[in-house]
């Protein structure tokens, strides 16, 4: 499948078919596609929460600023971002490599300590949001993948962090980005309408 007929194809889904559902499978690619987007450092410095169907997902649905998604789609994906981002962070992917490389962690000390400066060299708001920019890398892969698949989405930031992380019951991670999974519905307006972007001439500058 062409890639760019995927993205014309794709379109921030407003309403979703309720009575349609989102395999198990197709929602592990979901997953997997995340999970291997690039991330600054390969920290990867949040994690994915995912809601299915069911009374967790409705009771979310509440805070979306009354918009329906949440509660139409399939599936929820939650992209959190990790509160403490600091030295921990960076020896969870220190014992990874070591992990899936086999290396010694004395091999991987410079580029512990590289990290780890890099990291404390930016204070608590600068962090979240060097954080939150890896989530937006994620949601990005997502997305094509998903329209590759031919499953629809709407990424949203127009819900409220505080209420999700207290009804999720989340500890040390925050949501930063939310993702309804599904399929549209024939009603829905917006994927119907031609895609507003800017003009080449407006878009890009080439340099010689
Ligand atoms: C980070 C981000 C946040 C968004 N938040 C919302 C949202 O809360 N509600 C919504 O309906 N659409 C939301 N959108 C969808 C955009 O409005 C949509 O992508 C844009 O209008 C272009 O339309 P298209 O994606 O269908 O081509 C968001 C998109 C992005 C990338």
Known sequence: MNVIESLKWRSAIKKFDPDRKVSHADIEQLIKAANLAATSGGLQPFKMVVVA??????????????QPQVKDASHLLVFTVETDISANTVDAYIKRAAEVRGQGKESLIGYSNSMKNYISSMDTDARMAWGKNQAYIALGTVLTVAAEM??????????DAIQFQQILGLKSIMPVLILPIGYRSEHD???????????????????K
């Open 53 to 66: 169907e069911g009374e967790l997902k409705s009771q979310l649905a509440q805070h979306t600023f009354g």
């Open 150 to 159: 031919r499953i629809d989405t709407c990424p949203m930031e127009g819900f």
């Open 189 to 207: 307006v917006h994927s119907k309408e031609a895609k507003i972007r800017k003009k080449r001439e407006d878009f890009v500058l080439e340099l």
